[in-house]
């Protein structure tokens, strides 16, 4: 059974820095890699995607990475601003059955401060 | 098109009623997924449409809930006899095939 695992739980920094969020997951027969936003109460917005066969995408000041042989990506933000604040998850999308259906980490919880 | 919509986005519900959400996804896509998500956890996987047929469902998907998508177009997920436990955030997302997949805002269910 996949699982996917996010660390930290939880993040607090200063306005302008750069950081790094993790997710590993333990079956490497992945379809695909999402990183999603979620603020408090809402839905979840898509910042990457990244199918099995690449190693990274970069959208603005986000760059995501996948190392499927070791079951690691990392998600790495640029200058980070108070409304980068959000809750950020990890969710790999499994190749069995057809459906990709996607399998969430618990998320990292990231306030940016001013 | 303005993305995946769902309908209500809240519904307070007393135990042992029924419940029905709706779910409008990307008009172009043909995949459609329910997910749900209690608090401080990551979304789960319900259930999931190629069209109109639902080729796959979760354990976590007991026999009071039941979904459509009739003619691949909207979905439908009710819940018959809610329990407390079925309190969470219910969530849609629809994609074309191979392509990521769009969350729509969910539906926040509580059942007192």
């Known amino acids: 059974k996949q699982e996917v695992t996010q660390i930290p739980a939880a993040l607090s920094v200063p306005e302008g820095e750069n950081l790094v969020l993790n997710c590993s997951f333990t079956?490497?027969?992945?379809?695909?890699l999402q990183w999603f936003r979620q603020d408090p109460g809402k839905g979840l917005t898509s910042l990457l995607l990244?199918?099995?066969?690449?190693r990274e995408q970069t959208s603005g000041r986000l760059n995501a990475s996948l190392d499927k042989s070791s079951g690691r990506s990392t998600l790495y933000i640029a200058a980070s601003q108070p409304g980068d604040s959000a809750t950020y998850l990890c969710?790999?999308?499994?190749?069995?059955?057809?459906?990709?259906?996607?399998?969430f980490g618990k998320g990292t919880k990231l306030t940016v401060n001013p | 098109d303005t993305g995946v919509s769902q309908d209500p986005r809240h519904k307070i519900t007393k135990r042992g009623q029924n419940v029905t959400f709706r779910c409008d996804p990307i008009?172009?896509?043909?995949?459609l997924y329910w997910y749900r998500q209690t608090l401080g956890q990551g979304p789960e996987f319900l259930t999931y449409?190629?069209?109109?047929?639902?080729?796959?469902k979760s354990r976590l998907l007991s026999d009071r809930f039941s979904a459509e998508r009739p003619k691949g177009s909207f979905s439908t997920l009710e819940i018959q006899r809610t329990e407390q436990g079925d309190s969470a955030m219910y969530l849609c997302?629809?994609?074309?095939?191979?392509?990521?997949?769009?969350f729509g805002p969910g539906t926040r269910l509580t059942v007192t």
């Open positions: 997302a629809s994609s074309f095939a191979g392509t990521e997949q769009y």
């Open positions: 008009s172009e896509h043909n995949r």
């Open positions: 969710a790999v999308g499994q190749a069995q059955g057809g459906s990709e259906k996607l399998v």
């Open positions: 449409f190629q069209n109109e047929a639902q080729l796959e």
């Open positions: 079956d490497s027969a992945i379809y695909n």
């Open positions: 990244i199918q099995s066969s690449q």
